[in-house]
C-alpha cells in the first residue's frame, strides 16, 4: 500500500528540490522559446536542463508516495549522486550558455543563464545537505569518492565527443582513437595515464570557452 509522505516536501531537501524542478523548468523554457540551434552545446544545455528537472521531479513524487522506500538500491546514496551530478551539470550549463548563445540585447538567453546559475547553486546546497547528514546515513557506492570519480570520467567523456567538430575527424582514425582509449581506461584504469585524458578534457573545453567555437582534441598529435 502506498502512502503519502508529506515531511518529504516539507523538509529543507524537498523544498530545495522543489525549487530546483521550477527553476530548471524555467531554464528550458526560456530557452526553447528562442530560435533552436545546431551547436551540440546548445542540445547539451537543454538535455541538462531537462534531464534535472525530470528526474528531480521524479524523486519528490517516489518520495512523497513513498515508493522510494520499496526500490532494491540505496535511495540516499542515488539521490546523493544525482545531486552531485546535477550540480556539475548545473554548473557546465551556466558556463557553456552564456559563452556561446548570449549577447548584449539577448534577454532570454540572459535570463536562462543567470536563472542556471540558480539551479547550480540549489543543487550544491543539496549536495552540501546530504553531506551533512550523521555518519552511516550516506551508505552506498555512488555517493563516496570513488563513486563521484566514475561519475566525472563519464561526464568528461560526453564532454570530449561534445568538443568534437562535426565533420572534422570524419574518416579519420583519431575519433577511433579516441573512443579506444576511454574503453580502455574503464576496463582496465591501472594501465591508463592517469592525469592526461583529464588534461586533454580541460584543454579542449577551455579552449572552447576562450575561442568561442568548438573545441577539438588535439588526438592526432598525440
Not at 525549487?19 to 523554457?29: D, G, L, P, R, W
Not at 520499496?70 to 546535477?86: C, G
Amino acid at each position: 500500500m502506498v502512502y503519502f509522505n508529506l515531511k518529504s516536501i516539507t523538509q529543507p531537501v524537498g523544498i530545495i528540490r522543489i525549487m530546483a524542478v521550477i527553476i530548471t523548468c524555467m531554464c528550458f523554457s526560456l530557452m526553447a522559446s528562442v530560435k533552436p540551434d545546431s551547436s551540440p552545446y546548445w542540445g547539451w544545455c537543454m538535455f541538462t536542463w531537462i534531464f534535472c528537472c525530470f528526474f528531480t521531479l521524479l524523486i519528490l513524487i517516489l518520495e512523497f508516495t513513498t515508493v522510494s522506500t520499496k526500490v532494491p538500491f540505496a535511495w540516499e546514496d542515488f539521490t546523493a549522486a544525482f545531486a552531485i551530478l546535477s550540480s556539475v551539470l548545473c554548473l557546465c550549463a551556466s558556463i557553456m550558455y552564456p559563452t556561446f548563445f548570449s549577447c548584449s540585447t539577448c534577454y532570454r538567453q540572459i535570463g536562462a543563464s543567470v536563472v542556471s546559475w540558480i539551479c547550480f547553486a540549489l543543487y550544491f546546497a543539496e549536495v552540501v545537505l546530504t553531506r551533512l547528514r550523521p555518519s552511516g546515513q550516506n551508505s552506498g557506492f555512488l555517493s563516496t569518492l570513488p563513486g563521484i570519480m566514475k561519475m566525472l570520467e563519464s561526464f568528461f567523456a560526453c564532454l570530449i565527443f561534445l568538443s568534437l567538430e562535426s565533420g572534422q575527424y570524419s574518416g579519420s582514425p583519431a575519433l577511433n582513437c579516441s573512443a579506444f582509449h576511454l574503453y580502455r581506461q574503464e576496463q582496465h584504469p591501472h594501465q591508463c595515464r592517469g592525469g592526461s585524458i583529464c588534461v586533454s578534457i580541460s584543454c579542449s573545453f577551455l579552449q572552447s570557452l576562450v575561442n568561442n567555437t568548438p573545441a577539438t582534441l588535439l588526438l592526432e598529435a598525440k
